[in-house]
C-alpha cells in the first residue's frame, strides 16, 4: 500500500470487535515495531506491557478517558472495547525525552496495526496511579501512554475543516466518526 493511504487509514478508532482478541504475537510484534524507532540520545527508556486476556482488558478499562470531544459519549460499550492495550512506560532516562520518544513509539505501534487490518486509539487520559496499580508496576517504572488496539468496528472518515474552522471530530446520526484536517496548503508554509 501506499505510505500516504496507510497514514490516511489509520484513524483513531474508539470502537472494537471485543471478542477479537489480540494474539501474543501480534502485541510482541506491535513492540518490535516500536523498538526500533529514533529516540532522543537512543536513551531507549520506554518499556511496554501488553494486556490480552479478557480479566486485564476489565481492569484497565475504567483506568481510561475516552473522546473528550464527544462529552455524552462515555466510551465504547461492552461488546465494543478494544482487543488489547499496549501500555507505554517510562523506566530511567529524561521525561521530557521520553514524551517525545513516546509520540514517534505510538504513531509507529498506529502505523503498524493498521498495516494488519488493526486500528488503535492512543490515550494520555488515564490515572497514572490507577494504571501503575493495575498493571502492577515495579518502582521506579511509570505509564506515559497507553494505547488501545482491535480490530475495528467504527467507520473513521477525514474530511476538510469547516468553514467555522472547529477542529472538533464529530459523529452522524450513523456514527459515522468524521475527523477534520487542515489542508496541506495551510500548513505548508513554503517550500524555498
Ligand atoms: C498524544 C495523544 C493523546 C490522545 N489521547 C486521547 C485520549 O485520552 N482519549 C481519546 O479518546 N483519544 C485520544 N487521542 C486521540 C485523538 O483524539 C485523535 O488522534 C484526534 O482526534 C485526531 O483523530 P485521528 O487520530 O483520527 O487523526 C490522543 C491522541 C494522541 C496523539
Known sequence: MDFLELVK?????????????????????????????????NQQALRYVALKSAEARAALFPCLGWAGALPEWKGPKEGERPGG???VC??????????????????????????????????LSFNAEKVARVLELPEG????????????????????????????????????HYVPKRALSDILLGIK
Open 9 to 41: 487509514e489509520a484513524r483513531t478508532c474508539r470502537r472494537f470487535d471485543e471478542a477479537a482478541e489480540l494474539s501474543e504475537e501480534c502485541l510482541s510484534w506491535l513492540v518490535d515495531c516500536a523498538r526500533l524507532t529514533p529516540c532522543a540520545k
Open 85 to 87: 492495550y499496549l501500555v
Open 90 to 123: 517510562l523506566e530511567g532516562g529524561s521525561r521530557e525525552l521520553a514524551r517525545i520518544d513516546m509520540g514517534i513509539a505510538g504513531q509507529t505501534i498506529q502505523l503498524a496495526a493498521q498495516s494488519r487490518g488493526l486500528a488503535a486509539c492512543m490515550i
Open 141 to 176: 517504572v511509570e505509564p506515559l501512554l497507553v494505547i488501545a488496539l482491535g480490530k475495528p468496528v467504527e467507520v473513521r472518515r477525514i474530511v476538510p475543516v469547516p468553514a467555522d474552522g472547529s477542529l472538533k471530530y464529530w459523529r452522524d446520526e450513523e456514527q459515522v
